[in-house]
C-alpha cells in the first residue's frame, strides 16, 4: 500500500520551489497541503488550481486580497506576512516542510515546524548560518530530521550514509568557482550585472548566482556545514571544481574519499530531501564519462574573491558575526541587483559592518533579528 506524504513549501514560486512542484508532479504519493510566496500572484494561482492546497500566504495584504479574488471558485485559506508563513509551515497535515524562502525571514517559520516535529527539507541557507545554533539543538530535541537541499550539503549527506560520523576527517565542499573563475581584481572593476548572471553550470535564482560568483556563497556554505553536520570548521575545505559534477566528498580517518557525483541539477537534492533516505526514479541527463573527459580542482583565489575570507572570519568569530555577514551580503547584492552598487563594493560593504559591529555572543531570535535590522540601516544610510 502506497501512503501520500503531505508537504508544504515556503518560496514556491522561486527556482527551488518550482522545482519541487515538478517533483511533485512526477511522484503521486506526494501531496501539497500549504504554499508561501513572496509577490507572484499569478503563479500562485496557477499553482494553487494544479495542487490544490489548503493554505497559501503571500507577503503583502493586497496581494492576498487579489489572490482571494481570483481563487473565489475554490476552498483555500489565505494569509499574508508573517502570521501565513507561520500558518504554512505548522499545518497540522504536513509531514514536511520546505524550506525554499530567501532571507532570514525562514528563521521563525523553521523554529515552528520544528516545535510542531515536521522535517525540514532546507534550502534556506540563512537560517543555520545566523541561527544554528537554536535550530539543531532544537531539531534534536523535538527529534527531528534536517535534510539539505543545497546540492553540496546533499551531497555530503550522501556521501555519510552507511558510515559513523565519528569516523569523518575533513568535509571538501566543491565549487565551480563562479563566471569569474580566473579574473584578476581589476577585471571584476569592470564587471556588469548581466556577466554576473551567466552561470557556467547552474540554473539558480538571481540572489544565489550573485552569491556564487562573489564566493560568497561558499563561505555560507561552510557555516551551514559546521551546523549541519557537527564538524569543526578547520575541518572543512572548499575545493574549485569547474565541472560541478562532484558536488562535495567526505574524508574519512584512513584517508578514504567517498564523493557524490552527478549532473548539475538541482532536482537531485530536492527528491533525496524529500524521500530520505529511498532513492527514486527521476528522468533527465546522466553524467557521460566519455562525454566528460577530465575533471579538474583548483584552490580557491582568496586574494581576488576577498567575501569568502570575510564569510571565514565571520564564522570564526561565531555569535552575531555570521547575521551580520549575511545580512550586509543580502543587502549588498540587493544593491548591485538595482544596478546601485558596482560588483566588487559587495565584499567591501560586508567588511564595513563586520568593522561597525558589537558580537553578541549567543544571540536569540529577536537579537538575530535586530543585528540585521541595524546592518541593513547602516548601509541604508551610507548607500542611497
Avoid at 500549504?34 to 495542487?51: C, D, I, P, W, Y
Amino acid at each position: 500500500m502506497n501512503f501520500v506524504k503531505k508537504i508544504a513549501i515556503l518560496g514556491s514560486t522561486g527556482s527551488i520551489g518550482t522545482q519541487t512542484l515538478e517533483i511533485v508532479r512526477d511522484n503521486p504519493d506526494l501531496q501539497v497541503v500549504g504554499l508561501s510566496a513572496g509577490a507572484n500572484v499569478a503563479l500562485l494561482e496557477k499553482q494553487v488550481r494544479e495542487f490544490r492546497p489548503k493554505l497559501v500566504s503571500l507577503k503583502c495584504e493586497a496581494d492576498c486580497r487579489e489572490l482571494k479574488t481570483r481563487l473565489a471558485d475554490l476552498d483555500v485559506q489565505v494569509i499574508p506576512g508573517m502570521e501565513g508563513l507561520l500558518a504554512v509551515a505548522e499545518l497540522e497535515e504536513s509531514e514536511i516542510l520546505v524550506t525554499a524562502i530567501v532571507g532570514m525571514i525562514g528563521i521563525r517559520p523553521t523554529i515552528a515546524a520544528i516545535r510542531k516535529h515536521k522535517d525540514i527539507a532546507l534550502a534556506n541557507k540563512e537560517t543555520l548560518v545566523t541561527a544554528g545554533h537554536i535550530i539543531m539543538p532544537l531539531a534534536a530535541e523535538m527529534g527531528v530530521s534536517i535534510l539539505p537541499v543545497d546540492s553540496e550539503h546533499s551531497a555530503i549527506l550522501q556521501s555519510l550514509q552507511g558510515s559513523s560520523r565519528d569516523r569523518v576527517h575533513k568535509l571538501l565542499i566543491t565549487a565551480s568557482g563562479g563566471p569569474f573563475r580566473g579574473r584578476t581584481r581589476q577585471e571584476l572593476e569592470k564587471v556588469q550585472l548581466e556577466d554576473a548572471l551567466k552561470h557556467p553550470n547552474w540554473s539558480m535564482g538571481h540572489k544565489i548566482t550573485i552569491d556564487s560568483a562573489t564566493l560568497v556563497n561558499k563561505g555560507l556554505e561552510v557555516m551551514e556545514a559546521k551546523w549541519l553536520f557537527d564538524v569543526e570548521l578547520e575541518r572543512i575545505q572548499v575545493v574549485v571544481h569547474p565541472q560541478s559534477i562532484i558536488h562535495s566528498m567526505v574524508e574519512y580517518v584512513d584517508g578514504g574519499i567517498i564523493a557524490q557525483l552527478g549532473m548539475p541539477d538541482m532536482k537531485l537534492p530536492i527528491q533525496y530531501a524529500l524521500f530520505y533516505p529511498d532513492r527514486r526514479p527521476m528522468a533527465g541527463k546522466r553524467v557521460d564519462f566519455y562525454e566528460l573527459g577530465n575533471i579538474t580542482f583548483e584552490k580557491p583565489d582568496l586574494e581576488t574573491f576577498t567575501g569568502f575570507g570575510l564569510a571565514m572570519r565571520a564564522a570564526e568569530e561565531g555569535g552575531s558575526m555570521p547575521t551580520v555577514f549575511n545580512a550586509a551580503n543580502e543587502k549588498a547584492v540587493s544593491l548591485f541587483l538595482d544596478r546601485r552598487i558596482r560588483f566588487v563594493q559587495i565584499p567591501e560593504i560586508i567588511g564595513m559592518c563586520m568593522d561597525n559591529h558589537r558580537k553578541i555572543e549567543n544571540p536569540d531570535v529577536e537579537q538575530i533579528l535586530e543585528a540585521e535590522k541595524e546592518t541593513y540601516e547602516l548601509i541604508s544610510s551610507r548607500y542611497r
